[in-house]
Every structure is written in C-alpha cells, then in structure tokens.
C-alpha cells in the first residue's frame, strides 16, 4: 500500500535509498511493481494529479489499479493511497485501464475502460472522488458499452473534450476491416454516454500517412497555440492561431508491452456539422509524438484560463503557466522496460522480477505547433531540478553524472564551425571498452538545441521546434555516461537535484 503524503523530500530520500542504481530519482513514481499508461491528469483546486495504471503487488502487468501522486507545482510531489482497484464481481474486475478524470459540477468524477476478463471487451465505468481526490467511491457503474455496431471489434480508452461549449467524449476502436478509429459520444449526462457513431478511421488519407494501426489506443484531442518560429518568444498572440492536435498510441496485434509503431499525432481542424451540430476533425498533417522506441501511451491534459473551445470541466490552469499563450497543454508519457532495441542493452523478465519495479513516467511536457509541425518542451518546471552547473560551454567528450542535464547548441566564440553531418552521441562507457552503448545519437544543425536529461535508467531528449526521443538504458558496473559532442557544439551541464 502506498503511503499517504510522501513528500518530495521523502521521494529523494526513498529513490536514492533504492537498491536498484537503475530506479529514477526525479521521476517520481512508488519504489515497487509495475506502471504504465498514465491516466485521469488533472488539475484540479490548485494542484496537478496524475493517476497511473499500478500492480502494486509485482513488476507484471496484472490485476490493474490506479496508483495517484500530485503536486501543486509540478516539481515536488506527494504519493496517495490506491485510489482505483479491480473490485471482485464488477465490470473491472481483471483491471481498471485507461481513463480520464474531470470535474463534474464540482465533483472529481474517473471514467476508464473496466475490462471483466482477459480478451474481455472494456466497459466505461464512473467513479466519483473526494474533493481531494484521495477517496473514491467504486459502485461499477457503466456509462457506456461495446456498441452493437458490427464493424467496431475492439473499443478502449475514453477521453473526454468540450467543443462550443458541449462535452464530448471519444473511445479508440479497432474495426473487422482491420483499420484503427475513433467512436464519439455526446455525455450530456456523465453517467450515461450516448454513442453517435464512428468518427474517424485510418482509412482517412492523413491518418493512414501518419497513425497507421490496427487499434488506436489511448486517444487524446486537445487545442494548443500554433505559430511560426519567426515570432518572437514572448508570442504574438495576434499573430498566432490555435491547432487542434489528435494523438494515438498505435496498437498492432502481437504487441506486448513493445510497441513498435509507438504514438502518433495529427494536426488539423475542429468545425460543427451544420446538419448535425456535431464536431467534425479534419486532419492537415501529422507525424510521430516522440522517436524513442520506449515512448508510450501518453496523456494530455487542456490547461486553460477561461472557459473558451477546449476547456476542460476543471478549474483553471495553474498561476506558473499563465503567462503563456493559450490554450496550454501538458502530456505524461510511459516508459517502460525491455530486452532493449537500436543495439541498446536491456532488461529480461527475470531481471525485472528480481529488481521489483518496472515503468517510468516521463517528465510533463508542454505542447505546440511550430510551423505546422508539433513542438514538444519539457515543462518550464522542470528546470527547478537544475542544481550545481558541471560545464559551461564543454566541448568533446562530455562526462555525464547518473542524475544530469545537459543543454546542447552550437558552440559560441570559437573558430570551428558546425559540419553539416554534426552528430551527438549520448553512450554508454566503461574503461577499455571499444565498443560502447550507443544510447542516443541524432543530427544537430546550426541554431539547434538540445535538452538531455539522464535520470538513472531513463533518457529524455528535446530537440527544439520539434518532438522529443524518450529512451531506457541500464548502466553496468563501472560504465558512465559519455555525451559525445561534434565539433562546433558545445554543452552546459547540471547536477539534477531535488530543490529545497
């Protein structure tokens, strides 16, 4: 059972207590089991919560719970108890999986896929929290079903939006033809989802360029500024609009927590049916969410000052990000363990077992459109973890800590100019070793920067004006970290450290 307000500190304390020297510091997430997709990200009476699906009792995917920790500034987070478990005899009895939590006049209210056995079709159950969000009443009510409809075969993983001043909701699907859509539903009433039919497929030109699946899993639809990297960046709030961004998790058959075609996006428009009054997406364009192999099921959540297209039915957004332009988006990703790809080492199934623990939370990160392209920031946040600079302007081989960050641009005040074919590497080293792991290694062009984080076994890269790679790694005794710089590049680099 987790532990009731597990303070910040105490997370630092508990992470660098840890036996494994893989578990994360700055990641927080319970010292044992499993994790994966995040779920129910809110904001809601000053403080953001994320829920995420949990087997305390082992590092395997079984018996699915909700674990919870928040935090009032996105920086030092507190654990709360279990706050969603399979209940004997309901519609979640073998788990309670992906699912969103709004506020429904006033009351914090979880819909999730409850699944009743294994291959079993998900069911959308409600369940209503505390004002705190700490206690939740479980009575197994189903606001909505498998729909009779014959093509849809695979239904999961509702979210809900709000367009001109209505509440939406959407499930992902998989049909008989073998494509990947979208079902949508008015919710008037959240207890009762009324279902309006399929609303996009894989089929769509866009979609099949860019979300090709067999099942569109962990659907998320959220309005985010758009602009051009020519503005200034304080932003022009004149001179930008706003983009709707759809993401997927990309779910083929004989995915097993290894998902090769990972999460994707698209980017388009959101209009009213005339006939109909219901909302229509039609997408321009679309790309990858993130090119690390070890990136998955994320979730969004709309932070918005004001009650305009898209806001949520929680309050408005944090005083820290209000000096942004809306509307304001934050996204949690799921990394999870494996064998290792891209010739990285990784874990087996017994090396997971013994350690206890498997899944990562990546770090929030902010989302907009940048010249029609999405754009993926670590939130403003997170650089509250910044504690003594290593480096200021390093150059070559850079040695890295286990907890660092690093900020890569092209070097200022020397004579070397960056190549066009510049690359940095981030590897994995140990003496007389030939061969190291190669972790990371992507292209730098002049006016680029890259943010690395390392945090024990996980490794997040932001690449400006575009999306980041989110990667797992497993440092061997006597290995270290190795960020290998082209010339014309250089690094400024921190400890990461819990702030006082």
Request: negative net charge; hydrophobic residues 40%; aromatic residues 8%.
């Amino acid at each position: 059972m987790s532990s009731p307000d597990l303070a910040a500190t105490d997370f630092a304390r508990l992470a660098a207590a840890h036996p494994d020297p893989a578990f994360p510091h700055f990641h927080p997430r319970p010292a044992q089991g499993w994790i994966n997709d995040p779920n129910g990200i809110s904001h809601i009476n000053g403080r953001h919560h994320v829920f995420f699906q949990y087997n305390p009792e082992s590092a395997r995917h079984h018996k699915i719970a909700w674990g919870h920790v928040s935090s009032a500034d996105l920086v030092r987070w507190e654990e709360h108890p279990v706050a969603l478990r399979p209940q004997d005899g309901g519609p979640d009895e073998y788990g309670c999986w992906t699912g969103v939590v709004t506020d429904d006049g006033g009351v914090p209210t979880a819909a999730y896929s409850g699944v009743r056995g294994d291959g079993g079709h998900s069911q959308v159950v409600i369940s209503r929290g505390s004002a705190d969000l700490v206690s939740w009443a479980q009575d197994g009510h189903v606001a909505a079903s498998m729909p009779s409809d014959p093509l849809v075969t695979a239904v999961r993983d509702p979210f809900i939006f709000r367009f001109n001043g209505k509440r939406y909701a959407m499930q992902g699907a998989g049909l008989s033809s073998g494509h990947a859509a979208l079902l949508l539903y008015t919710v008037e009433d959240l207890s009762d989802w009324k279902y309006q039919g399929i609303w996009l497929t894989s089929e769509n030109p866009v979609a099949s360029a860019h979300t090709p699946a067999e099942i569109w899993e962990c659907p998320q639809l959220v309005r985010v500024p758009a602009g051009s990297s020519a503005e200034s960046p304080s932003g022009d709030e004149a001179a930008s609009e706003d983009a709707w961004v759809m993401m997927f998790s990309l779910w083929l058959s004989g995915d097993h927590h290894e998902h090769a075609n990972g999460v994707g996006h698209l980017i388009g428009t959101l209009a009213e049916d005339p006939a109909t009054g219901l909302p229509v997406f039609s997408p321009e364009t679309g790309g990858k969410s993130d090119l690390g192999r070890d990136f998955y099921a994320p979730q969004i959540v709309q932070l918005q000052d004001g009650a305009g297209a898209g806001a949520p039915d929680a309050p408005a957004s944090s005083s820290a990000l209000a000096a942004l332009a809306e509307p304001k988006a934050l996204l949690w990703g799921w990394a999870n363990e494996g064998p290792g790809r891209d010739g990285r080492r990784g874990r087996s199934q017994d090396e997971i077992d013994a350690a206890g623990w498997a899944g990562v939370l990546t770090h929030p990160r902010l989302l907009s459109v940048v010249d029609g392209s999405l754009a993926v920031a670590p939130a403003p946040e997170v650089d509250a973890y910044r504690g003594t600079q290593l480096a200021s302007q390093a150059a070559g081989n850079v040695e890295l800590s286990a907890y660092a960050e690093a900020v890569v641009t092209t070097r200022s005040g020397g004579p070397a100019a960056l190549a066009a074919d510049a690359v940095v590497e981030l590897s994995l080293v140990a003496d007389g070793d030939s061969s190291p792991q190669v972790v990371f290694s992507g292209a730098l062009a002049a006016g680029e920067e890259l943010r690395v984080f390392v945090d024990a076994s996980l490794v997040e890269v932001y690449r400006s004006g575009s999306v980041a790679t989110t990667l797992r790694a497993y440092p061997a005794a006597g290995e270290r970290w190795v960020l290998r710089l082209p010339e014309g590049a250089a690094a400024d680099v921190w400890q990461l450290e819990q702030p006082a």
